[in-house]
């Protein structure tokens, strides 16, 4: 089975951008193939018809305010863990609630799934080939101070001990459950590159990177209010300078990546 786990915040289930792809896949396959999970984190009372997520096969977890991502990630893992009939072949993706994914590329992550459930592949992750506009993004052979072009991975095929982001990729339940989810001490980031962190160390990184590309928008990336980057900054240093720790990687590296993107925040800025 796959289960396609999505957190919402602040907005309407309805909303979610790649709900009509999802739909056209539940439409395809029956609910012993494909379930859908919908963790809401949001902070403010959101009205929604519920149109949705009242559809059989669909489970929506509502919590009463912004749990962070990895906490709502293992909502959704427990979920699935309690219903799935084999946990151990089933795989659960994760999606972005604001990035449009096509049909397509969820029907290829759903027969990979399917082939690699059974297979002597030894594949516990499937994930497509991410960009920015034009610019690679994911995967990547780690996290970098400075990525260069060989950095990143170009050409579908089986990889070992790669790093992903989370959005667009689908992990094997059973391997998530041996690292013991994802670390609740991470708020919003780094939450994907230290979950590989584990995976590797366990030995479970083996990836299927499928010949698919697709293009998702990340934040931060677009010029806004000084005050809101700043904002987001202070999240998402305390997340990085927990993955260091997690990691092992050296205080000197962690405050010159740090310095760094505190420079491109004055530059999106403009000031």
Known sequence: MLFIAIVIYNKKSEDI?????????????????VRVIIIDNSDRNIKSENKFISDEGIAYIKNNKNLGLSKAYNKAVNYAKHISKDFTNDFILFLDDDTEVPYEYLDKIYKTAEIEAHSSNHINI???????????????????????????ITKPGIYEDITFINSGTA???????????????LFLDMIDYTMAYELMRHGLC???????????????????DKRVLIRRYHIYKKDFEKYCEITGRSKMFCRM?????????????GR
Do not use: C, W
């Open 206 to 224: 083996r990836v299927n990177v499928i010949n698919y590309k697709i293009t998702q928008s990340f934040s931060g990336r677009t010029k806004v």
């Open 126 to 152: 499937i994930t497509g080939m991410v960009t920015s506009g034009t610019v690679p993004m994911s995967p990547t052979k780690g996290y970098r101070f400075r990525y260069k072009a060989s950095d990143y």
């Open 171 to 185: 992990i094997r339940l059973d391997s998530i459950l041996k690292v013991n989810g994802f670390n609740e001490e």
């Open 17 to 33: 951008a790649s709900k009509k792809s999802i739909q056209k896949l539940r439409e395809q396959y029956d609910l012993d193939h």
């Open 257 to 269: 990546a740090l310095l760094k993107r505190r420079f491109m925040i004055e530059l999106k800025s």
